[in-house]
């Protein structure tokens, strides 16, 4: 990687961050396309928080108009699906299942990062352009890891030797800026402030992933609800983002704590794009650098074992193009003789990143919350007190009903479900009556954020 290589933003990350514009103004801006958007809203239970976020900082009108147009069709589908006596439908159960990880936003720019990947590798993978393959191009290490799949197998080794190469050199120069940094109890300021941005870009992608910032209702959620137990009760913000939410800000601090004690780093430094922005929004140079050069480390150890793999694969494939040529006997025999050997795929790296320990800290806890949560609602009183707060967004509302036993609380949590969605209809009629433009503004806007929190969790 020439030094100003690292310097330019990731081009799939600006096609990735460019294509939510686009999917807006075409899937709520866009009159024909609304019910194949109410259609992808249905089965995907909403959008990821990220985007329902950014959908609701977007101030465009005829978005705003969208969204609650495509209530319409979205909330009598939606009530079929929220229906207890179709629980077991297969398709049904493939919606529940999804839920959570499910986005059409994110499925949108996806597939226009995947199309762009799939051009730069044919373009590397052409002869003469092989040797640039593995230059990173500005490419962050996710999507150098998605093009590096593109790749065709007599570049896919090379560009792996020399990506790693270049980002061996960037965790040195990490690393050492960071000793000087430990040593002398104060962050370089001046000559590493460009080092370490240009290691950040490499591991969390540039533009910086966006990253949740607490809404007003999750910050005073936060700050009224202790437990659960006071989080069912809560009027405007489900329990289950409040939870999560929680365990977001405990494993933060437990970050900075852990920073201090180097051996207790791996259990909470993040490696994820997402996590490790969030450590370099709290404005610590020094715990971010520790941060980023633990991530880009892990990375790293990641695609040595890649190209160790493919450096395998490509000896064992020497060697028995050796014994065939030498004769049939020989091969037969080789063959009898050899130890089963599996030659890995080229798609199929040998072993899997490890989870990010924030991704995995916060997983665990809303899992936690939620067995709690079902544990609750055993009980008629909290069962009532829920009926009164807010419910749950729709993809908690998945997760929860999934995991709920046949039985009176999940009879409750669809028809508390089916009942909140009767409500949106309600206040789309109220939408309809005449009313003063300020007036029918004022509604249409509460209406597009309450339906956003409902079909996005809270963020
Ligand atoms: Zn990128
Ligand atoms: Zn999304
Ligand atoms: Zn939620
Ligand atoms: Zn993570």
Known sequence: MSDQLGYRACPLCETYANSDAGYFARAFGDPKLLAATGEAITDALGFCARHGAKLLSQESLSIGDGVVEMLHDTIPRLMLLLNEKYFLESQVQQILFGAEQACPA??????????????????????????SAGHSHGLCV???????????????????????????????RMKELLRSARKTDAWPVED???????ALGLIAGRPMVEIRTSGAGLANG?????????????SDTCPLCIET?????RWLLNVEKAAGFDEDAWLFFPTCPEHVSAIARLGAPTLTAAV?????SVSLRYLRQQIQALVRAAELREEEAKIKAEGPEFWAEYKRRRPRRKIPGPKTPSHRLEKCPGCERIDVATDKATDTLLHLLNKKGHREVFSQGYGLCLKHFARVYLTASKGVVRAMLAEEQRGRLTEFTRNISNLNRRLPISEAALLRNVLVKKTLHQFCGFA
């Open 106 to 131: 994110c499925t949108y720019a996806n597939r226009a990062v995947g199309r762009q990947s799939a051009r730069l590798a044919r373009q590397y993978s052409i002869a003469e352009n092989q040797a």
């Open 142 to 172: 996710g999507h150098f890891q998605l093009l590096a799949a593109d790749l065709a197998p007599e570049s896919r080794l090379a560009g792996l030797t020399q990506y790693a190469d270049d980002l061996g050199r960037v965790v040195r």
């Open 192 to 198: 590493a402030a460009a080092t370490l941005n240009h």
């Open 222 to 234: 936060l700050d009224l609800c202790p437990t659960l137990v006071e989080a069912i009760a809560c």
């Open 245 to 249: 939410e929680r365990a977001r800000q």
């Open 292 to 296: 980023v050069e633990r991530a880009l």
